[in-house]
């Protein structure tokens, strides 16, 4: 009996070790998981097609694995997975739907409102524009005080001020015409500043008539721009220029006129123009063809007295760089020495005084 019963104990010890469940797939744990997890319940009320479709792989990878077949368990398994992920896909795309109208709505209502609040700034912008034409009249309007006669040296001063004021006046009303050709308006107004420059040959200096003759060229300025500026009051075009220009490393600044680039040295001892002003005049003349809005007022500016035939010359040999580099409208003028950056009489004053102004006229006081 005892090498039966150990015979019988052996076949006992080797059917406990034929007979060890197999071990779960590790995909199949995060299979059920995944079936647990918040996202594909939602899934399974909002997607149940999808949910459907990943509960039958996960049935059949059961199936597989109750009947030994782990390797079919393993595949069934992860496609299960993949249709749970699929399922919580299509559910967050059916709450997207759904919550499409309402976003919508919502952006369509935010839209109007940025339309009205354009609408607002440009009736400000408007009624600021307007409120500031009429200041400047009333502030014409008032009579000018009367400037009695003065010292020989008060007088000489008094005519220095009235040539610089003759000339920005000047400069004010080509600014003017050229932004409107046909204002009539303008040529009264030369006609005045030629007339009182040749007053200035003798004492007393007309500063008052000086002043009041760039006050008009100033109001035309303002009112050949009037059209544009109703027009499209917030559209900030002298602002997206200056920025542009600003970019090239050309130094821009505004004035009255619009925005001006100071060039200096333009010429070399032949009187023909430089390698790097021919640049830059290139780069202008591009801008100016980009922007037609803006008509170029170019200025040479002398060191001393008033403008020579050499200043003519130059303004002339500029205008022409600027016209083949693309710009469409070009005009230009020597103002001779009326306009100084320094006084005459410091050291280095004729280098600073010596310059040509290239004038993008503004279309438009925004």
């Known amino acids: 009996m005892k090498p039966f019963l150990r015979f019988a104990s052996s076949l006992c010890v080797l059917g406990a070790g034929a007979c060890a469940p197999t071990p779960r797939p590790e995909i199949m744990r995060e299979v059920e998981s995944?079936?647990?997890?918040?996202?594909?319940?939602?899934?399974?009320?909002?997607?149940?097609?999808?949910y459907a479709d990943a509960e039958l792989r996960r049935v059949h990878a059961e199936e597989a694995f109750r009947n030994d077949n782990v390797v079919?368990?393993?595949?069934?398994?992860?496609?299960?997975?993949?249709?749970?992920?699929?399922?919580t896909v299509q559910a967050r795309l059916a709450r997207a739907r759904a919550s499409l109208p309402d976003e919508q709505a919502r952006a369509s209502k935010a839209r109007a409102q940025q339309t009205e609040l354009d609408a607002q700034q440009q009736r400000f912008l408007l009624e600021a524009e307007t409120l500031e034409t009429r200041l400047k009249v009333a502030r014409d309007a008032e009579p000018l005080p009367v400037s009695a006669p003065a010292s020989a040296e008060r007088e000489a001063a008094r005519a220095a001020a009235v040539k610089a004021l003759l000339t920005q006046a000047k400069l004010l009303c080509l600014s003017a015409r050229l932004l409107e050709p046909n204002r009539e308006s303008v040529s009264p107004l030369l006609a005045k500043v030629s007339d009182l420059s040749g007053k200035l040959a003798a004492p007393p200096a007309p500063i008052d008539d000086a002043v009041a003759v760039r006050s008009g060229c100033?109001?035309?300025?303002?009112?050949?721009?009037?059209?544009?500026?109703?027009?499209?009051?917030?559209?900030?075009?002298?602002?997206?220029?200056?920025?542009?220009?600003?970019?090239?490393?050309?130094?821009?600044?505004?004035?009255?006129?619009?925005v001006v680039i100071t060039m200096r040295a333009l010429f070399d001892s032949r009187d023909q123009l430089n390698v790097v002003a021919s640049t830059e005049l290139d780069t202008l003349g591009k801008v100016a063809k980009a922007h037609p809005q803006f008509p170029l007022?170019?200025?040479?500016?002398g060191a001393k007295g008033n403008a020579s035939t050499r200043d003519a010359a130059q303004a002339a040999a500029v205008a022409e760089a600027l016209r083949k580099s693309g710009a469409p409208n070009v005009s230009a003028e020597a103002a001779g020495a009326a306009l100084p950056v320094l006084d005459p009489a410091r050291p280095g004053a004729s280098e600073r005084n010596a310059r040509v102004e290239v004038v993008f006229v503004a279309p438009s006081s925004s």
């Not at 007022?297 to 500016?301: A, F, R, T």
Request: charged share 20%.
């Open 34 to 50: 995944a079936r647990a997890s918040a996202a594909v319940q939602e899934a399974a009320k909002t997607a149940p097609q999808a």
């Open 72 to 87: 079919s368990a393993q595949i069934l398994s992860e496609q299960a997975l993949a249709a749970y992920t699929r399922a």
């Open 218 to 258: 100033l109001k035309e300025l303002t009112l050949a721009r009037r059209p544009a500026t109703q027009k499209n009051p917030a559209a900030g075009v002298t602002d997206a220029l200056l920025a542009e220009l600003s970019a090239s490393n050309l130094l821009p600044f505004r004035d009255d006129r619009g």
């Open 297 to 301: 007022l170019l200025v040479v500016h």
